[in-house]
């Protein structure tokens, strides 16, 4: 648990609910400070689309979670983080952190030499990957799988489902026979895939889920806004807001909320509209919005 004494609005997003195991581990380390969650579940998954579309998403996001008071934003997902994190660094006056494949703690902890990597073609193809493998992975073998498909299954509540057991037995097997002891986690989705990986996996392989790690640099971004006067900052609030966004349906991110905390969470529709998000209402038709093409 966190002691800075003030408090600052962490926004978060992705592509979808896979950030939540990121808000999680925030919530978690910083109770006391608000949070903002956009999942862009209309748009899901990321992996496939190009940078530039990614970049567009992500800076709308960030336009619209900056207007709702947010001092500090996660980009909760790693292919976002491969394609905007720079981008939206280099136009954005406020910290953000992103992810990226924990491949320096694998490669620090493995004692077969061989790790896994389980991560979408976007986060892959990313020179965000390209660096931390040149730089961590010296002397050890990655076995990469790319994954365009467990995402979508999170996001339609697949989770126990045989199919998705049966892929990540495809992808998982041939890592196993290769004599992996670390398997790296690259999409905030996979972490609710756990129960069914634990399955598959023997006790000797470690799963490496990056988002403790992230929580910390949260926390160590929040001190610094605290410690240098941000006019954002303010005392700590016994209660403090949490909301939510969607720019699809809902269902999904009230059950792992559900899940993950014991109570129910209002979530607040939004639809893209001329490259804008905007909220909308309960009682608008916010479906007729959420194809919208981005302006």
Not at 56 to 78: D, E, K, P, W
């Amino acid at each position: 648990m966190s002691d800075v004494g003030a408090t600052v609005t962490i926004g978060l997003f992705d592509s979808g609910v896979g950030g939540l195991s990121i808000w999680q581990a925030v919530r978690r380390r910083l109770p006391e400070c608000a949070t903002l969650y956009v999942a862009d579940n209309v748009h899901c998954p990321y992996g496939p689309r190009s940078p530039r579309e990614v970049r567009r998403f992500s800076t709308a996001i960030t336009r619209f979670l900056l207007a709702q008071g947010a001092a500090l934003i996660v980009v909760a997902c790693n292919t976002a983080s491969a394609a905007a994190l720079q981008w939206l660094r280099a136009h954005f006056p406020v910290p953000f952190v992103g992810l990226e494949p924990a491949v320096k703690p694998a490669a620090q902890q493995t004692r077969s030499g061989h790790i896994g990597v389980l991560a979408t073609r976007g986060t892959l193809k990313g020179a965000l990957f390209r660096t931390t493998a040149v730089h961590y992975a010296r002397g050890v073998t990655l076995h990469i799988q790319m994954d365009d498909r467990l995402a979508q299954y999170v996001e339609q509540g697949q989770i126990d489902a045989p199919e998705t057991e049966r892929l990540l037995r495809d992808y998982l097997q041939p890592m196993l026979d290769a004599g992996v002891d670390q398997l790296v986690l690259g999409c905030t989705h996979y972490p609710f895939l756990l129960p069914v990986m634990r399955r598959i996996l023997p006790s000797g392989v470690t799963v490496i889920d990056p988002a403790e790690a992230v929580a910390r640099q949260v926390e160590r971004c929040v001190r610094a806004l605290v410690d240098g006067g941000d006019s954002q900052a303010c005392p700590v609030d016994s209660s403090p807001e949490h909301r939510f966004f969607v720019t699809a349906t809902p269902d999904v991110l009230r059950l792992l909320l559900m899940r993950s905390t014991g109570r129910q969470w209002p979530v607040e529709r939004l639809a893209w509209r001329a490259g804008r998000l905007v909220i909308v209402s309960e009682r608008s038709d916010w479906r007729a919005y959420s194809d919208e093409e981005l302006g």
